[in-house]
Every structure is written in C-alpha cells, then in structure tokens.
C-alpha cells in the first residue's frame, strides 16, 4: 500500500496543490491512496478557494510520501512551533518533497540541513536564512529529500513520487498524459490514455 | 473592466479548473474578475474535490471572456439541452475558450461550425461527430474563439486571454512565472515576480 499526504495551510498557491493533486490521482494501481492534510476541517488558498481536507496534519507522520505544498502561508507556517512539532518525519523510511516556498517547511522542520535545495525566486533568500544552498534548479534530489521550485516543476517531483512508489511506466505515462497536444502528447496515445480514468482500485481515496 | 467566466460542471478535471483559475489570478490590473461559474452552488471534481461556484451560468453571458473547461462531466453536459440553451454567447464580442474536452461543449453550443479545433486525444472522435475538424495542435484560434488540448496548452489558452484583455507584458510574465527554475524562471526574475503578489485592485474576485 501507498499513502501519499500533500500537506496544506491557509494562503496556499493553488495550482501548487491541485497539479500534484491531479497527477497523483492518475495513478491506477492497487491501495493507492492520496490525501489532502491541514490543520483545519478546511483551508483557504491565496485566492480564496476554500478546500476540504481530507485527514490532520499527524497522518503525514504514517505516510509513505509527504509533500509540502507553497503559497504566502509558508511564511506564518515556517515560525508556528506548535504546527511544526505534529510532524515526525523520517526521511530514512519517507519520501519527503516540497514545491516552491514549501521548501522554508523542510528547512524549519531541519530536514534541509547540509543540504543543497531549490525553491520559488522569492524565497531564495528565507530559505538561505535557514543555512541551505539554494541552487538555481527545477528539482533537487538527496536520498528521500526533495525540493522543486517553479510550479511547473512539480512534474519532476512527482514524476520522482510515483516513479519510487509505482513505477517508471505510470510516471511516464502520466506526465505524457498532461503535455499540450502535438508536443509531447499525441492523438495516437488515445487508448493508452485510458488506463488512466479506469475504475478505481479499492482504497482510492475520495 | 475585464470579466472572465470559466464554467464548470461535475466531474471535472482538477488542473483544467485550477491551472487556468490560477494564473488569470496574477493579473493585476484595475477592474479584472475571475468567476467559477456552474448551475449549483458547489459542484464536483473528477477526483471528488467540492468547490464553491461564484455565480450562476448565465453571467458568461455577460463576461468578456467564457472558458470551458474539461473532464469526464463533459459528456454529460454535452446532451443536456436545458443546461446548453442557458448560453447565449456572442463570439463577435466575447473571447470564448476551451481546454482539453471543454471543446465537445463548444461544439454542442454550435461554436465550431466550420472551424478546425483541438481537444484531448480521448475526445478527438466525439467531437469529430459535431462534424468538426480535428488537428492535432496545442492551440487553434479562430477571431475570438479557441481551443487547446493537452492540460498543459492551457498556458497557450490562457497566455491569449491575458494578451487580448490586458497586454503581452502581463502575458510574459505570468506564464515565466510557473515554469521550472532554471527553465524559463530564475532567481533573477524575483523582484519582477513581486508584481504578481501585489495587493489586488478593486473588484478582484473572492
């Protein structure tokens, strides 16, 4: 089984949600299952859209995967003590990721320590204050850690999240599954496209 | 003023709402609305997500700009009379848009007649049955009416709207501001990107 927690807070980006989000629900095989977290019933994104979790914030702390999503509330989230310790990661057994300012979580939680990550242009600066490298690259792998920045680079990351829990085919066809047509995307690949919105398996969630 | 409508419908699909949703949000020029329009109060993602509609369907009838979006709901929408003769749209006056499936209800709304059109591979052959002419493009506009296939041509959809209604400057840098770092978007570019955060103008919408 995979559990997958995408970790949300108040003033999120939207689209730094809902790409992983969508992606990760292509997913088709047995007991998959993704979760949106927060510490509220429902959180607000940056431009009001009001969401529904889907369990708490301690549920990442079973999960196979947790990603941290970005938006302004990074910036609040990154000083709440009370909200950072209801994490117990392990980056030994989990694999850790964020996008954009996600990675100033990482670098509170001090999973970045010694490390070289990536985040948002904006947030280069917050995050070098925490002591991490920050490199001018789309997505930055150590072990189970990794940061992406730039929404679109949400692609490498969760390429690499279903890539380790699935494999190299559903991460393939997936990312294939979202590219523009005629450049990257074909009208040959219509039947292939299918696997993707077959029946659920059981443990799907939502 | 500049309204833009994007109407959704049960079963839709996650990015095609939220990618598009997202970047028409970092415009920030005076009197610029963004509105999810649908027949209920709330309607139903593909994947199970709930989102609060802002209005009903027949503001698009009224708005400078109608996008359509995509997902396995399209079917449905795309026989239901009572919900199509809702539409009165006016493409010598209005940008009237679609990603991916979206363009099965531009077809059922007689939007295409005569035009060529993409869609997603999925779809190609029902809306070959509206008698439209399939190519296998990221984008294809005609005067104020366009189409885009591929979740990630939305960028094409969209960078057209944000041109035609408020100006290619905008357009550049919205679109750079969700490419991967390092690929298009660089630690260079922050403080250009603060104008996307800046306090919102009157009449911005939620």
Redesign the interface.
């Known amino acids: 089984m995979s559990k997958i927690a995408i970790v949300i807070f108040d003033k999120f ?3 730094d ?3 992983m ?3 990760l ?1 292509r997913v088709r095989v047995e007991d998959w299952e993704v979760k949106i977290l927060g510490e509220n019933e429902r959180q607000v994104s940056a ?6 979790t889907q369990g708490i914030i301690e549920e990442a702390n079973s999960s196979d995967a947790v990603l941290f999503v970005s938006g ?1 509330g990074t910036r609040a989230k990154m000083i709440d003590k009370d909200w950072l310790s209801r994490f117990r990661l392990n980056s030994e057994k989990q694999f850790i990721g964020s996008i954009c300012s996600g990675s100033l979580l990482l670098a509170a939680l001090g999973l970045l320590e010694g490390k070289m990550a ?5 947030t ?1 600066t917050a995050l070098e204050s925490f002591g991490v490298e ?1 490199v ?4 930055v792998a150590h072990g189970r850690i990794a940061t ?6 949400q ?2 990351l969760i390429g690499w999240i279903i890539e380790n829990l699935a494999d190299k085919d559903w991460r393939d066809l997936i990312l294939k ?14 039947e292939n ?2 696997r993707l ?1 077959a029946p659920l398996p059981k443990a799907q ?2």
């Open positions: 980006t939207d689209i949600l809902f790409l989000w969508d992606l629900n431009t009001g859209i009001s969401i529904a302004q990536t985040t948002y242009p904006t280069k920050v001018e690259k789309p997505f992406a920045g730039g929404c679109l680079a692609q490498y599954s979202i590219q523009p047509v005629g450049e990257g995307l074909f009208f040959e690949d219509a496209l299918t919105y969630t939502v």
